[in-house]
């Protein structure tokens, strides 16, 4: 729609299903977008949504509008949505009040943890996107403090960050070097290209079970219950990607990849409480992301809660603190 202001109409933008959630105005809207998507529907491993809010406001700090695709069996909009799943319901409360982007796609029954960890492959799809929109990938727990790192230096190509991380694999008697998930970058445009989708494409489980049986095969296409960390399927959209963006910028020609090798210092959830706590302290300028706790999340947060006070001012730290309150409150 286009609202006319004095001499100037500006279009405006909307976010979200069947209803508005977010709106501003075309001239005013970001071009950078970091994308993350998570199962809402989990009730044992909350740790993969309660760092949302977090990880979205740092990607805020960093000059990216947040975009967060919550995957869930449940049908309607964000603004009557409810699942039955108390912490979940904070995040997205808390989600909206930071101003992230956030948008519902449904998931069949049982596959939930699959469509969350393969759809971010389907961004090109995103309507409220322009085909000049730069959007990198980003994991729900991990969190980027170190804006060096992250600066764009050609935006028409595809950036690879951390991108000496994970060797080379082989694919149909090929080799192709491996890319994390954790952050790969391009404009739609791009995206849409290296996935080659059609105009009509929708984000969805079924999408996703075609790509995967058309890449892989039927095996790679499990339940929730059935897919491990490390297996197949947990690797599968950071093999897909490799493979896609290696044939579109090698064989095809249409960009070139950057490669940048991780640079700094992670503050990593494998280090001692009292390792985290020095680094924080005393290495704060160095640090380039926070992998986040998993185990005991919330028995950690003197770590997470000293990070986030060097990070923010505290407008924002009273609503990140109180969304920790009700996130617990909510268990």
């Known amino acids: 729609m286009f609202e006319q202001k004095g001499n100037e109409t500006s279009k405006l933008i909307s976010f979200g299903l069947a209803s508005k959630i977010f709106t501003f105005e075309q001239s005013a809207r970001p071009s950078k977008y970091a ?32 975009i967060v695709l919550l995957v869930s069996t449940e049908q309607g909009d964000l603004n009557n949505f409810n699942n039955q799943n108390g912490p979940a319901l904070k995040t997205i409360k808390y989600l909206k009040k930071l101003g992230a982007t956030v948008k519902l796609i449904k998931s069949q029954k049982y596959y939930g943890l699959m469509t ?38 050609d935006m028409e190509a595809i950036t690879a960050w951390n991108s000496e991380c994970c060797g080379n694999f082989m694919h149909k008697n090929r080799s192709y070097k491996m890319y994390p998930m954790g952050h790969i970058g391009m404009k739609k445009k791009h995206w849409k290209g290296v996935m080659n989708l059609t105009s009509d494409a929708e984000i969805q489980t079924k ?32 093999i897909i990607l490799s493979q896609k963006i290696n044939i579109y910028s090698s064989d095809l020609n249409r ?12 503050l990593d959830r494998s280090q001692s409480l009292t390792t985290l706590m020095n680094l924080v302290d005393n290495k704060f300028s160095k640090l380039t992301d926070f992998h986040a706790f998993h185990s005991n999340f919330l028995k950690r947060w003197i770590v997470t809660s000293k990070l986030l006070t060097k990070m923010f001012n505290n407008e924002t730290l009273e609503i990140l603190f109180s969304y920790h309150t009700e996130f617990k409150n909510g268990l």
Request: aromatic residues 14%; glycine residues 4%.
């Open 207 to 238: 999408t996703i079970i075609d790509l995967l049986e058309a890449f892989f095969s039927s095996n790679h296409v499990k339940k929730d219950n059935e897919i491990k960390r490390g297996d197949a399927t947990w690797n599968a959209d950071q």
């Open 255 to 266: 960009t070139k990849i950057v490669q940048k090798p991780y640079q700094g210092i992670r």
């Open 116 to 153: 969350s960890m393969i759809c971010r492959l389907f961004v090109g799809a995103l309507d409220f996107l322009d085909e000049e929109d730069y959007v990198v990938t980003s994991d729900s727990d991990l969190m980027p403090i170190r804006s060096q790192y992250y600066e764009i230096k």
């Open 35 to 66: 994308l993350m998507a998570v199962n809402i529907d989990e009730r044992k491993k909350t740790f993969y949504f309660f760092y949302l809010p977090f990880a979205a406001q740092a990607w805020k700090r960093l000059g990216f509008q947040p």
